[in-house]
């Protein structure tokens, strides 16, 4: 085997944990395979003699790709058309790397990444590596050379900072289930009284068109709107479309198709038995990563 050889092959076992990672900093997939491919660029590059550990080595360029990214990332949304929300991720395939828990689902939620955005670009790479990845405040302050003293202060505004608004999703993967295939329903028959069950006095619906694609550029909030714009929306626009539930970001979602194209994703968040919001990205350039997972089940 060449050199080359060996250092792809050793460089695949690590791109899963590597992926996770960027795609936790960033809240795009698409990104997050550009930069593990950086990584990857630079690990063949470089002497491997002076690569000791290359796990913790890989971490700390991906690390250092994201925060450069981040920066930019921040002024771009800014300027970004209507609610802005994280790219969907199949996660039933493993992509982000178990969700059996309901505390390894909220980590990878839609509603977590979108929180993760009030956070500065270093406070976001320690809670994640500090969260996500078990990494304890030494190892972090050796990835972002910091002092562990300033390291353990930036873990405690962090989650301060996203502790604050954070609810937890408790409700099992299958009443879920249960309740979006049920909602579905009850969108289709326009069936407002079963939707206004189903949804929590408090539930938000968020969409992300990115001006692309004709949303409300608001979220819209409270049980009764939600419901009714579910109702009139899936009359007027939806009812030509096919749906499949998917587990977008841990938690039940649907995926709707127009003759084999894929429209939008949705990922729904169960808390007390209800539907306390919806999170539905619907810009096309959103959708490229999820397509190519939908594509191969």
């Known amino acids: ?40 660029l630079r690990f063949r590059g470089t002497d491997r003699a002076g690569i000791e550990h290359p796990g913790a080595w890989l971490a700390k360029a991906v690390t250092n790709l994201c925060l450069t990214r981040l920066t930019s990332a921040r002024a771009r949304r800014e300027r970004y058309v209507g609610t802005w929300l994280p790219e969907p991720v199949i996660t039933s395939d ?35 590596l500090r969260e996500a990845f078990a990494y304890a405040h030494r190892d ?13 202060q930036l873990y405690r ?14 409700a099992p993967p299958e ?3 249960e309740l979006v295939r049920s909602f579905l329903t009850a969108a289709r028959e326009g069936d407002l009284a079963a939707l206004e069950k189903m949804l929590a006095a408090d539930a938000v619906w968020w969409s992300d068109g990115g ?62 038995g209800r539907i306390s919001h919806v999170q539905v990205v619907m810009n096309p350039e959103k959708l490229e990563f999820v397509r190519g997972q939908l594509a191969r089940v």
């Open 1 to 40: 085997m060449s050199m080359t050889s060996a250092t792809a092959d050793e460089f695949e076992t690590h791109r899963p944990r590597l992926f996770g990672l960027a795609y936790r900093m960033l809240g795009s997939a698409d990104e997050a395979e550009d930069v593990v491919q950086d990584a990857y």
């Open 94 to 128: 493993g992509s982000l790397g178990p969700v059996e828990s309901a505390e390894q689902r909220d980590a990878v939620s839609m509603a977590m990444l979108v929180l993760l955005e009030r956070l500065t670009p270093v406070e976001r790479a320690v809670y994640v």
């Open 140 to 152: 972090i302050a050796g990835v972002l050379d910091r002092s562990e003293a300033d390291v353990r």
């Open 157 to 170: 505004r962090a989650v301060r900072r996203v502790g604050e608004a954070r609810s937890r999703f408790e």
């Open 175 to 177: 009443r879920q289930e």
């Open 211 to 272: 001006g692309k694609v004709s949303t409300a550029r608001r979220p819209v909030e409270g049980r009764d709107k939600v419901a009714r714009l579910v109702a009139g929306g899936t009359r007027k626009f939806a009812s030509h479309l096919d749906f499949t539930v998917v587990e977008v970001n841990g938690t039940a979602g649907l995926a709707a198709w127009a003759d084999g194209t894929l429209m939008g994703v949705a990922a729904f968040a169960v808390s007390g």
